[in-house]
């Protein structure tokens, strides 16, 4: 049987042979097609967690909870559970993910596997540094336990391994302790990227959260620098709002530089005049989740998430060069995020996070002329020793990968024979999506 | 409400209901063939916070020991408020028609088996006096049709069952509810392809813990079934049985 399946680009709608396991899994060996992809929630935005025409392992089933160790802060459960529904089970037990990524329909195993990071990076790190262990299943090799105490070179791989180092059965994550669900938030207006990066270099006084939004269509760039803490006080901060959908794909139209930059101009002055206050922590980690098909909205072209890191003292450098770029194509990004990872080494041999500036841009699928300014983003990023985010691309080359990623070929020897994606058959045999001129 | 004991507890409706159910104070007995997998969804719902959760190997095809299965039952829970019969299987209509053995099997399973089953456990019900029967039954079994009608009339002739049971048992204070789900995408469909019309069984478990809340007679769910059955049953039958449905 084939089904249809995409990921948050919405850039292709690819069938599949998926497997759907229910209650538990203990074999992939046996398994019918040449090679098989791991496939969570589909919230990468790119291939990670596409293997078009071949097999995929639909982890949707997978999401019982194995233990909860309230005393050792520590929760056990199958990788396929959502990132949501563990948090409606701790958070009223007082009990937070160390690091959140800006959703939370994501599956546990998809934010080891991207090693994920939060709006924290610069005082925790990212997802990998808190997975206390982990249970793989290989096909050569059965089910392992994996822990930074045993088969740790594994363990290492696997983390922002992509899902190619085996299928995550199930992990134990340590936990933080939490008073309420609300956060403590301020933000303030700025305009400029110095004002901007000042703000990320001042510390932030308790603040534990970081996180920076650019109107990138601003003529001065606009920009709003939120905090967040998790509050002491026991109030309430408005219900858990149940998600609205889109339910339909929009024009492609819907989207343009007019819509799109009045959207800016309004969420800029909103939130120029409210300057503090008290969120739900939906509100504040998941604030998209509100509307729960959004990429709908770029209709049935798609969009390309472009993110990036390179190190703090060429950001500005790279970033005006972009800017340049960008206006030179005439395609300016939607929606930019900025923030700031700090020292704390991620354990993934293939981990995206590392000390610097990172930028996440939307842009809307304009076909070649979208994929040509990546490639020129690309060479900018690159040569400032810069990296680009697995977890978001559907179009780096070979070469991009191998300079974003130096520990690939120690990486290399923990792939599991029987998976495979879209994206790893792009990134190693070197099928560009489009030929340098 | 605190006493649950669900017939069929690996089935997906079945688990995402255990699941609601699942808070202090509750206790549940879940009662299906694979020991492996019941554990694991067991071990869940006593991380989720139940009170205790006891399991129960029984093989649902073998009719000849209701008995044993309902004294087993009533030794476990001392009583009963809410009793889910969530097991059944979906087969194959194509192999059903060259197949007598399996059309057997079918019926046996999705109908003698559940009526063998409430025929045993309803005396304990209207004991208590009270508590709430809930099976699953279908949208399959309110008209005959040439993709599934081996299914179609188990679950059909099981809703004339229940009509019957909460017709005898109203009097008694045992509520009876009849859950008739559309498309649900489960392990059960897993070969189907999946339209606009599927849903998630969570969203099954949410209405059928309402209906048995408020004490419900039938439940079509999502609630859109009930009007396409009605448009459906609606149909003449010299019409319909030409029809492709």
């Known amino acids: 049987m084939k089904q249809d399946y995409k990921s948050w680009g919405n850039l292709s709608s690819i069938p599949h042979h998926p ?290 890191v390179v190190p703090c003292n060429s950001f500005e450098d790279v970033f005006l060069t972009l800017m340049s770029i960008m206006k030179r194509y005439r395609q300016l990004s939607y929606l930019s995020v900025l923030k700031k990872f700090g020292e704390t080494k991620s354990l993934g041999m293939m981990s995206f996070p590392r000390s610097g500036y990172t930028l996440a841009m939307d842009f809307p699928n304009k076909g070649v002329t979208t994929l040509k300014m990546f490639q020129e983003f690309d060479k900018i990023v690159l040569s400032a020793d810069g990296a680009i985010y697995p977890a978001k691309d559907a179009r780096m080359g070979r070469e991009a990968f191998e300079k974003s990623f130096p520990q690939l070929g120690e990486f290399m020897a923990f792939k599991d024979a029987k998976l495979n994606s879209d994206f790893w058959r792009r990134v190693t045999e070197n099928k560009a999506m489009v030929e340098d001129e | 409400m605190n006493n649950l004991v669900v017939l069929g507890a690996t089935s997906a409706i079945a688990e995402q209901v255990a699941r609601l159910y699942a808070k202090p104070e509750k206790h549940i007995l879940l009662v299906a063939r694979n020991e492996n997998t019941m554990s694991i969804i067991a071990n869940d719902l006593q991380v989720r916070g139940a009170a205790k959760v006891d399991t129960l190997m029984y093989d649902f095809s073998n009719l000849e020991q209701v008995d044993k299965l309902v004294e087993d039952i009533d030794s476990t829970m001392e009583s009963i408020d809410v009793l889910l019969v969530a097991y059944g299987t979906l087969p194959n209509q194509v192999e059903c028609q060259k197949n007598i053995q399996l059309t057997q099997d079918e019926i046996k399973l999705n109908y003698l088996s559940i009526v063998s089953v409430l025929t045993g456990l309803a005396p304990k019900m209207v004991q208590q006096g009270t508590g709430t029967i809930a099976v699953i039954s279908s949208v399959a079994g309110d008209r005959g049709r040439k993709s599934n009608y081996v299914y179609g009339s188990a679950k059909g002739a099981l809703t004339i069952f229940l009509q019957g049971l909460r017709n005898a048992l109203s009097d008694k204070g045992v509520h009876v509810l009849t859950i008739k789900p559309g498309f649900v995408d489960t392990p059960m469909t897993s070969d189907f392809k999946k339209g606009l019309l599927w849903v998630q069984p969570e969203k099954i478990a949410k209405d059928i813990c309402n209906a048995i809340r408020v004490q419900k007679d039938v439940i079509f769910t999502p609630w859109y079934w009930r009007w396409i059955m009605l448009v459906i049953k609606l149909i003449p039958e010299k019409i319909f049985k030409k029809m492709n449905l």
């Open chain 1, 19 to 308: 497997v759907k396991p229910s209650v538990m899994f203990t074999d992939i060996s046996h398994l019918e097609c040449k090679d098989y992809v791991i496939y969570g929630n589909g919230r990468s935005y790119g291939d990670v967690c596409l293997n078009s025409e071949s097999g995929l392992i639909d982890t949707y089933g997978l999401d019982r909870f194995i233990e909860y160790d309230e005393v050792n802060s520590q929760v056990t459960c199958q990788a396929g559970m959502l990132l949501k529904d563990l948090l409606a089970f701790i958070v009223p037990r007082g009990k937070f993910v160390n690091v959140t990524p800006g959703t939370a329909y994501v599956s546990i195993g998809g934010m080891i596997a991207n090693d994920v990071h939060g709006k924290n990076h610069h005082l925790v790190g990212s997802f990998g540094n808190h997975v206390e262990s982990l249970q793989l299943l290989r096909s050569d090799r059965g089910v392992l336990t994996c822990s930074e105490n045993e088969n740790s070179e594994l363990f290492y791989a696997t983390i922002g391994g992509l899902g190619l180092t085996g299928m995550i059965l199930s992990a134990t994550l340590r936990l933080k302790d939490i008073s309420g669900a609300c956060i403590d938030t301020k933000s303030i207006a700025t305009q400029g990227l110095s004002d901007m990066l000042n703000l990320f270099d001042q510390p932030s006084k308790g603040y534990e959260y970081t996180v920076a939004w650019l109107d990138l269509q601003s003529k001065k760039i606009n920009g709003i620098f939120s905090y967040g803490k998790h509050s002491a006080d026991l109030v309430s901060c408005g219900k858990n709002q149940s998600p609205k959908k889109v339910n339909f794909t929009a024009p492609n139209w819907l989207l343009n530089k007019y819509s799109n930059g009045a959207f800016n101009k309004l969420y800029f002055v909103k939130n120029k005049l409210v300057t503090s206050s008290k969120q739900n922590y939906q509100a504040f980690f998941h604030p998209l989740d509100k509307l729960e098909d959004w990429n709908l909205l770029y209709g049935r072209r798609g969009f390309y998430q472009y993110q990036f």
